[in-house]
């Protein structure tokens, strides 16, 4: 299990996200982001907007993908 925050992963809080995979810990994330904007937190609006477009079109988004998965590789087991 790793954890990585809102933050490292282009939000703007400190919120933990726990996972076995970077993938647990991305889909996470974009929860998270989608309930925050769904209860009017503006600070989390523009990294929402960025996860939508990441969703919506994949082959562009493989950069921030790759360089997501290699940052949890590289955390330490928690």
């Known amino acids: 299990m790793k954890t990585m925050t809102c933050q ?4 703007p809080c400190e919120l ?11 889909q996470a994330q974009d929860k998270h982001l989608k309930d925050a904007v769904k209860n009017g937190d503006a600070a989390h609006e523009s990294a929402r907007s960025e996860m939508k477009y990441r969703w919506l079109h994949p082959k562009k988004s493989l950069g921030w993908y790759n360089d997501t998965k290699a940052a949890f590789a590289a955390l330490p087991e928690s």
């Open 16 to 26: 933990a996200h726990r996972g076995e995979t970077a993938d647990e810990i991305i």
């Open 8 to 11: 490292q992963l282009g939000g």
